[in-house]
């Protein structure tokens, strides 16, 4: 079993900046890759970052890319994801998730789940 925890969601204003973090405890040993989701109301989770759990390759989802960056800190078995320029449409709960296969650029397989962090993004 892998436990993951979210943390640094909160309100922020259309143009600011949050950093999420993810800590994983557990059989870490067993994870592959790590993820971001998202879930707006009435909309469908979306995969919104991804990380191969060494930190050598990752994948963005189209509407972030060069505003959001996921990152891992292997010793502290922590992912984050810098969020930059938010705007009102990032608004979502955010939950990170970990996978034992190396294909980032899947939402698919995703086995164990953090208890999501909301961001609220105001304009």
């Known amino acids: 079993q892998v436990q993951l925890v979210e943390s640094g969601g909160g309100l922020v204003q259309e143009g600011g900046s949050l950093r999420l973090s993810c800590a994983a405890s557990?059989?870490?040993?067993?994870?592959?890759?790590m993820g971001w989701f998202r879930q707006a109301p009435g909309k469908e989770r979306e995969l919104v970052a991804a990380?191969?759990?060494?930190?050598?390759?990752?994948y963005y989802q189209d509407s972030v890319k060069g505003r959001f960056t996921i990152s891992i800190d292997n010793y502290k078995n922590t992912v984050y994801l810098r969020m930059n320029t938010l705007k009102p449409e990032d608004t979502a709960v955010y939950y990170c998730a970990s996978k034992g296969s190396i294909n980032i650029a899947t939402p698919a397989n995703y086995d164990f789940w953090g208890q999501g962090t909301q961001v609220t993004v105001s304009s």
């Open positions: 990380i191969i759990w060494s930190g050598s390759s990752t």
């Open positions: 557990g059989r870490t040993s067993s994870i592959r890759a």
